[in-house]
């Protein structure tokens, strides 16, 4: 959205060359419908590879920018317009409701554009996103924890997202299912054999931060925990687990 810098965190630029475009999670969706209360024009602020402007009931217009993101996005019933989160192009009050999903990380100043988020909505303002002091806990760790820690340094403090929001603010947690079609890490918290694809890797922009030897480190070492049974040992309870609640989090604001 913003200028950002190559350095692992919130300020990052982009998410990097992405291979495989997910698919938003039709059951994550439900959860941002419920978040927006059924408001008939809202905002989505970065709509781009994770759109998910399926989860509005009303109509949408999209803040895409002009970056690499608004290059992949998919082609959305929505109208779209290329601005940065920190100055939109919007009367105060002009929405019902406005929408940040899994993109908040990628702005270089998150302040700024959750409260200009603030001043265009009249209701509420709903941001998905990953709490970074959760992410740490995922089983990825065991195999890659330059990735987890990447993820952990991008992503702000939830407590930073609902102190620029301002108003009554509510924080939920938001359960991943054990097949869930978004690109992030913990999609796969019961499918370990899918990470070793590197296009699915490449859908998670933290792998992008890391060098080679990481990534062949994972590769080699999850391999063989896979051949010898040691993951499963270890995590296999996983595999059975419909829903997972790791660090994907839901913020809804009202003033």
Same mark, same amino acid.
């Given at each position: 959205m913003d200028a950002r810098t190559q350095d692992g965190t919130a300020a990052d630029v982009g998410p990097g060359p992405i291979a495989r475009r997910p698919r938003p999670d039709p059951r994550i969706a439900r959860f941002v419908a419920e978040a927006l209360d059924g408001a008939r024009t809202v905002l989505d602020v970065g709509a781009g590879v994770n759109a998910q402007e399926g989860a509005a009931d009303g109509a949408v217009t999209a803040v895409g920018g002009s970056g690499p993101g608004r290059a992949r996005r998919p082609a959305l019933p929505a109208r779209a317009v290329d601005a940065v989160a920190g100055d939109l192009p919007y009367a105060d009050g002009e929405f019902d409701a406005s929408m940040t999903l899994f993109d908040v990380h990628q702005w270089s100043d998150v302040a700024a554009g959750l409260r200009e988020m603030r001043r265009v909505t009249r209701g509420p303002v709903v941001v998905l996103a990953r709490a970074p002091e959760l992410v740490r806990d995922f089983w990825l760790g065991a195999y890659a924890?330059?990735?987890?820690?990447?993820?952990? =340094? @991008?992503?702000?403090?939830? !407590?930073?997202?609902?102190?620029?929001? $301002?108003?009554?603010?509510? #924080? +939920? /947690?938001? &359960?991943?299912?054990?097949?869930?079609?978004?690109?992030?890490?913990?999609?796969?918290?019961?499918?370990?054999?899918?990470?070793?694809?590197?296009?699915?890797?490449?859908?998670?922009?933290?792998?992008?931060?890391?060098?080679?030897?990481?990534?062949?480190?994972?590769?080699?070492?999850?391999?063989?925990?896979?051949?010898?049974?040691?993951?499963? =040992? @270890?995590?296999?309870?996983? !595999?059975?687990?419909?829903?997972?609640? $790791?660090?994907?989090?839901? #913020? +809804? /604001?009202? &003033?």
């Open positions: 924890p330059e990735v987890l820690e990447t993820e952990a =340094r @991008r992503h702000p403090p939830v !407590r930073d997202l609902t102190a620029a929001l $301002g108003g009554t603010g509510r #924080v +939920r /947690a938001v &359960p991943i299912p054990l097949d869930c079609t978004d690109g992030f890490d913990e999609a796969y918290y019961g499918r370990p054999e899918m990470l070793l694809d590197p296009a699915a890797r490449q859908a998670c922009s933290a792998w992008s931060f890391v060098g080679d030897e990481v990534r062949e480190h994972f590769d080699r070492t999850l391999r063989r925990d896979l051949a010898s049974g040691a993951w499963d =040992r @270890r995590f296999g309870h996983l !595999r059975t687990e419909p829903v997972y609640e $790791g660090s994907l989090v839901l #913020v +809804r /604001a009202i &003033p």
